[in-house]
């Protein structure tokens, strides 16, 4: 009997999980010179917390969340879609004064049709700034989330920006959209149909050729919006330029979650097919005041680092891997030479194994191979006689004498450059 792991879920080791926490790990530096520091909440938590934040009519809520029942007491837990839900959840609970800035790390649980770019079980890097409500935020937490792109070595990304007001200017276009669509509701998918009824705005989610092609022509809720929203999305717009960030404006865009008011954002990628979106964001004033907080906005976004890793190439300096090397001394009276060795190694920030010098160096060499070692080093009697190790390039199978005093610019420079 063998098992298999569940369907849209991954086992992560070697390169890929290096890649996947060089990432996280330049997230972590990244945003705490912001002034992001981390926070970490429960994978599950009650599954009102998402009913009532995400929106009980979006699909995350009504097809995507795995929930589950223990026994006993009758509470329904449910493993967490995304982070920001917890993260409002932890500051009402724990009475964090305002303002925050947190970033978070971690596994979401979805529920959808496995393909590439979408898992069932996937990583979110996210930063939440709670308590601001100028748009100097707004534009700033998208220069953040541009700038960090760059940082990791990603280029080839544009920016989408919308505004979906507030519930007072969504009353007034909800009813100059229902006179638009009304003549075409019968050409509507199930879906869109049920969706005006429910959530009017998420009918320009949909992914139905038909009715994109009718919204296109639909009025739009950013040319709908209230006084005071305009003002914001206009002054959001002012300051990304301020900021020098790119963007365009993609008045159909309005997310899929429920709590986004005003600002709403995606990044998109251009080497990557139908899951081309990396982060994705916006502003959601209401929401604490939803989960039983006080009046406070907030505005944040969540990135996808395997979706972005598909489109990084393995050689990235950034994300450039410390090389292995695996020391091999041929008799125990290398032992401290051996030890010196590895500790120097270290201390130059790579990856160091030892062979057990009473195992014959053939056997050595095989172990360094089946490890992965990028360089397997050779001191014996010859290389003690002439003052040098022996290096060898476990992929090229090339070698060279490298001599000990100059090995600590070889550690730099790697094998077979002179300069
Ligand atoms: P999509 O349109 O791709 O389904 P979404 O609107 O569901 O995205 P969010 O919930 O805002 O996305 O999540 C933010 C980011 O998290 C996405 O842009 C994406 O990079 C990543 N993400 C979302 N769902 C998945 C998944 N199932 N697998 C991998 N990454 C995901
Ligand atoms: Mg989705």
Known sequence: MTYNKPKGTRDLFGKELQRLEAINGMARDFFLQHGYTEIRTPTFEFAALFDRSIGEATDIVEHEI?????????????????????????????????????????????????????????????????????????AEIIELGSRYLHHIGSRDFRIELNSIGCPRCR???????????????????????????????????????????????????????????????????????????DYTENKKMVRGLDYYTRTV??????GL??????????????????????????IGWAMGPERLLLTMDDDRPELKHRRTFYVIAIGEKYMDQMIGLRDQIHGSGNICMLGDPGEPIKMQIKKADRVSADYALILGEDEEREGVYAVKDMKTAKQEKVLIAEFASFLVRGMGRKD
């Open 66 to 138: 795995y929930k589950f029942e223990t026994k006993g007491k009758g509470k329904v837990y449910a493993l967490r879609p995304e982070g920001t839900a917890s993260v409002l959840r932890a500051v009402i609970e724990n009475r964090l004064p305002m303002p925050q800035r947190f970033l978070y790390i971690g596994s979401m649980y979805r529920r959808e049709r496995p393909q590439k770019g979408r898992y069932r079980e996937f990583q979110q890097i996210g930063i939440e700034l709670l308590g601001e409500s100028r748009p100097f935020y707004d």
């Open 265 to 270: 954002f995606e990044f998109k990628h251009g």
């Open 171 to 245: 009353g007034q276009y909800r009813i100059a959209l229902e006179k638009f669509l009304t003549p075409h509701l019968s050409n509507l998918c199930d879906d869109c149909q049920k969706r005006f009824t429910r959530n009017f705005l998420r009918i320009f989610d949909c992914k139905n050729g038909t009715c994109q092609h009718i919204y296109d022509d639909a009025p739009k809720i950013t040319d709908n919006l209230c006084a005071e929203c305009g003002e914001h999305y206009e002054q959001v717009r002012n300051h990304l330029r301020g900021f020098g960030v």
């Open 273 to 298: 097919g139908a899951q081309d979106t990396v982060i994705a964001g916006g502003r959601y004033d209401l929401l604490v005041r939803e989960l039983g907080g006080a009046d406070t906005p907030c």
